[in-house]
């Protein structure tokens, strides 16, 4: 038991693809546990989302940190033997297919959990395992769409949009987290393993479950919980404020020298404020307009106000906040002229580039690894091989691959 | 130890205010553990976010769920014996103030995990306990600003904006119980306790890192390639997601767009993001000409992915919403509706009337919890008149 990695020693069989399921076990991963990622010949399909280098994209990167590749064709007659073995040394399996799709192939829970009593078995689909929906493929865009959160995510324009991050893959990701976690801290204590139906839209619904509460309440399009806040546009960028407390409003009159809004008596508390926050906003927007963010910034900051120039995410990764806090760790990547960044999560140590727990697999890279520590020799790995049951990552064919 | 609720046994003293802190702090409680909110005789000033019902806002609801309430003034000279006495019984400490207030107010990490060795300490704050920036307070939409999400985040106007959904709490949040349970596994595996320092920056960089690390080698762009992305129809917004080559195919065929279909200059998502805009020009005409409901059952027919844009009450009443009990209805007095409540993934459903599905007032377990500490009526009752706490429905 390390105290930095209080997985250690936890066994976790990753079959799953994209984004969602592969980021809960790189958390796992990254907290100790062994994860062998289990992948098709081609690659996890989150290695072809956009442009890809060595065999990794953005996606593909992050979301497989410190895991081993074993790259084998599930549908192989050799594969059962290979997967069943797996499993029957771990204690977290994790699956992404549509719901049906990992029975047909043979690893369906009932068996598995047959197999492996102690089994938690994960399974992270768009709409989950029941339901009228549950065999409609989606990812996140899809959810932003159904959840509700596109048409809240509206610009001034009046056109509903997308978060360009993958909030609801994302948020999956760390809800499945929160459900794993708290069953393998009673793992062994006498209980069953479990089963963990966790999707998208049970991620995107959670994420957004205080616009759910205010929408019933009759208030989801007030979008500003406190007045003047905002975002802003000044002579030379954009600034976001927040104005909560009347000592706040005062500040922001006094350096804004908006005499008659400081006097005015139906303008105490924050209440009363949001119902005038048009002429509000219009007032304060006007003399913020005159001048630079950076220059607003700069007075707001002094006098206490929470406000924030918008910044885009070059210069986020260049703020010394982030560059003092290591919030980033960085990562060299062949055929890549700077190196990736890629943010350290919470309670883990620093990533640090060459380090298992700094290595993000390319397809297969691990094939002969883990089947060697299985007890198959070099000659049936080979035959394997050759029988096109499993692929092992090579420089060359990953350069073929990507040429 | 229960099966359903494995931190069952768990105890939390949770100072944090706000929402990252507390539903962390609730998802604890959810899970099993007997989460004791500490705030100030005003309340959580969550409680204040927004037009209170019944001493709760949207925000403070969610974010006790679970929870007792004890209401305290920790300046009070009483107060540090009596949240000394709740830690030395505690696993977990939670505290949201801004970097320094808690070790000015006694309750800091050092003293605290002296008294108590085995204490998981999770300070929540806006960016940090170090950095030049760590004392500056910090709330979802400065966090927006911040990373560079609302410079992403433009309509077609150009003009940036905000989410209206708290991500950057919501993750806070859950990184932060990503953060905690770990340290919980290793506590009871004799590892002792921790100091966690979450923050909500750290939080905001790792839910947005894919757009991050993408903008830190090439120029971004909206994600997803055409065809992919909103379109307008007849009556509403659909959106479709198109990623192979295959898919792509498919829906020029649907839609009439044969010469697309056969364009070899089409093919693999780069090609179709670097034509983005050709693209767009062509499918939009076509997308007005039919309803979103047409379209999308032509399209799901056809395996595609892609959804009408509901809002929040048609998603709601969705069928496939109900049958997969996705929300709790709990009531509040004040209400006209119930608020719908999603049920987070790995939990049983949140029932009504139970104490998982009730969210404390101010003050509501002062007896319960000082009396739990030995307090006798007598002492509570002083207390409560020397305005060292604050029980509920007594006014303040």
Not at chain 1, 110 to 125: D, F, H, K, Q
Not at chain 2, 265 to 294: C, D, K, N
Request: proline fraction near 7%; aromatic fraction near 8%.
């Amino acid at each position: 038991m390390s105290f930095e990695r209080p997985y250690a020693g936890i066994k976790v069989v990753d079959m799953s693809q994209g984004v969602a399921g592969p980021y809960c076990g790189m958390l796992l991963a990254q907290h100790g546990a062994e994860v062998i990622k289990v992948e098709p010949h081609a690659g996890d399909w989150s290695r072809i989302l956009g442009p890809s280098h060595h065999n990794h994209t953005e996606f593909s990167f992050g979301t497989n940190m410190g895991k081993r590749s074993l790259a084998i064709d599930l549908k192989s007659a050799e594969a059962p033997a290979i997967i069943d073995a797996l499993v029957g040394e771990a204690d977290v399996f994790l699956e992404s297919f549509r719901p049906g799709v990992v029975d047909r192939l043979g690893f369906g829970h009932e068996r598995l959990m047959a197999l492996n009593p102690g089994l938690i078995y994960l399974s992270i689909s768009g709409f989950g395992q029941t339901g009228s929906l549950r065999e409609k493929p989606a990812m996140d865009p899809v959810l932003q769409a159904f959840s509700g959160f596109m048409l809240d995510n509206t610009g001034q324009d009046g056109v509903p949009h997308r978060v360009n991050s993958v909030i609801n893959d994302m948020a999956t990701a760390l809800y499945a987290f929160s459900a794993l976690a708290p069953a393998l801290y009673i793992m062994g204590d006498g209980v069953p393993g479990r089963y963990l139906d966790i999707s998208l839209m049970r991620g995107a619904a959670n994420l957004s479950a205080i616009r759910y509460m205010s929408a019933s309440k009759g208030e989801a399009v007030q979008v500003p919980r406190t007045a003047p806040s905002g975002i802003f546009q000044c002579a030379e960028g954009w600034l976001q404020l927040v104005i909560l407390q009347d000592k706040d409003f005062d500040a922001l009159c006094a350096i804004l020298e908006l005499d008659d809004l400081a006097v005015d008596e139906s303008l105490r508390g924050n209440e009363a404020r949001l119902r005038q926050a048009p002429m509000l906003i219009e007032r304060v927007g006007q003399v913020l307009a005159a001048k630079p963010a950076a220059h607003w910034r700069d007075l707001f900051t002094e006098a206490g106000l929470q406000n924030e120039m918008l910044q885009d995410y070059p210069q986020f990764l260049a703020h010394p906040q982030a560059v003092e806090t290591e919030l980033f760790s960085t990562f060299d990547l062949p055929g890549l002229e700077q190196p990736l960044p890629v943010p350290n999560p919470p309670g883990i140590p620093k990533i640090i580039d060459g380090t298992p727990a700094g290595t993000s697999p390319v397809t297969g890279q691990h094939s002969d690894e883990i089947l060697d520590e299985m007890g198959y020799g070099a000659a049936a790995i080979a035959g394997l091989r050759r029988r096109g049951v499993i692929t092992t990552w090579t420089e060359q064919a990953t350069e073929q691959g990507t040429a | 130890m229960s099966y359903d609720r494995p931190y069952e046994g768990i105890k939390v003293v949770d100072l944090s205010q706000g929402i990252a802190g507390p539903y962390c702090g609730m998802l604890l409680a959810q899970h099993g553990a007997d989460v004791i909110k500490v705030e100030p005789l005003q309340g959580d000033w969550a409680r204040v976010l927004g037009t209170p019902t019944s001493d709760h806002t949207e925000f403070s609801y969610l974010g006790s769920l679970g929870k007792r309430s004890l209401a305290i003034d920790l300046k009070s000279p009483e107060a540090p014996a009596i949240v000394d006495a709740l830690v030395a019984e505690a696993d977990v400490f939670m505290e949201g103030f801004r970097p320094g207030v808690i070790d000015r107010l006694g309750f800091g990490h050092e003293r605290l995990m002296q008294m108590n060795p085995n204490l998981v300490y999770l300070s929540i704050s806006g960016f940090g306990q170090t950095g030049p920036m760590r004392n500056k307070p910090a709330m979802d939409p400065v966090l927006q600003a911040f990373t560079g999400f609302m410079m992403d985040n433009k309509g077609n106007d150009g003009i940036p904006h905000r989410t209206n959904t708290i991500i950057n709490d919501m993750s806070t949040a859950l990184y932060a119980f990503s953060a905690v349970a770990p340290a919980l596994h290793a506590q009871k595996n004799g590892a002792g306790g921790r100091y966690l320092d979450v923050s909500l920056m750290r939080a905001a960089a790792n839910f947005t890192g894919i757009r991050i690390t993408t903008a830190s080698h090439r120029e971004l762009q909206r994600a997803g390639a055409p065809p992919s992305g909103i379109h307008a129809t007849k009556d509403g917004w659909l959106q479709l997601v198109i990623i192979k080559d295959s898919d792509f195919r498919r829906v020029c065929e649907l839609m009439g767009l044969d010469d697309l279909k056969d364009d070899a200059g089409l093919s693999g998502l780069p090609a179709r993001m670097e034509q983005g805009e050709r693209l767009l020009a062509r499918f939009a005409p076509v997308f007005l000409t039919r309803p979103a409901s047409e379209w999308q059952a032509l399209f799901t027919e056809a395996g595609l992915q892609n959804e009408v844009l509901l809002s929040f009450d048609e998603f709601l009443a969705h069928p496939h919403v109900g049958e997969t009990e996705l929300f709790s209805y709990l009531e509040l007095s004040g209400l006209e509706r119930p608020w719908p409540i999603p049920n987070p993934p790995g939990l049983p459903k949140i029932e009504p009337g139970t104490s998982y599905g009730t969210s404390p007032f101010t003050g509501q377990h002062c007896d319960e919890v000082l009396g739990g500490l030995g307090y006798d009526g007598d002492a509570i009752t002083d207390m409560r008149n020397r305005g060292v706490i604050r029980t509920w429905p007594a006014p303040v």
